[in-house]
């Protein structure tokens, strides 16, 4: 699967979730909750698509690319996600349980699907190969 053809999953699926989710919760979230909701869930999409575009990228390369790739970019991502829940905190005043929750369980799910995506990929004959 390509990265934009992820991407274009994972945004839908995140846009469908939580819309689905402020509607069946409209009237226990207040405006700054639902704001938090979308905050998190939205920080989790980007995320996924970060680290998918890192795996596609760094399949075929060096051990040692690969490696960089996929460890510094999870420290790069954690660093800059964990940035910006503090940011949405403080700075922007978000809920903190709407913006974490919503961050958690959009990453579970996400991570998952990534798993599944690669998994997938890696299980297809050596010959046939998909243009990242």
Do not use: H, K
């Not at 974490?100 to 599944?116: D, I």
């Amino acid at each position: 699967m390509t990265v934009p053809r992820y991407a274009a999953i994972v945004f839908l699926s995140v846009a469908a979730a939580v819309a689905a989710a402020l509607v069946g919760l409209r009237e226990r979230l207040g405006p700054g909750d639902a704001v938090a909701v979308v905050a998190g869930a939205s920080l989790a999409a980007v995320n996924s698509v970060a680290a998918y575009g890192l795996v596609c990228w760094s399949m075929g390369r060096s051990n040692g690319a690969f490696f960089r790739a996929i460890l510094g970019g999870m420290l790069v991502r954690m660093t800059i996600m964990l940035a910006a829940v503090v940011a949405g905190i403080l700075a922007f005043g978000l809920p903190q349980l709407p913006l974490v929750f919503s961050l958690l369980a959009a990453f579970v799910a996400l991570l998952a699907f990534e798993l599944a995506v690669i998994s997938r990929r890696l299980a297809r004959p050596a010959g046939r190969v998909e243009a990242t």
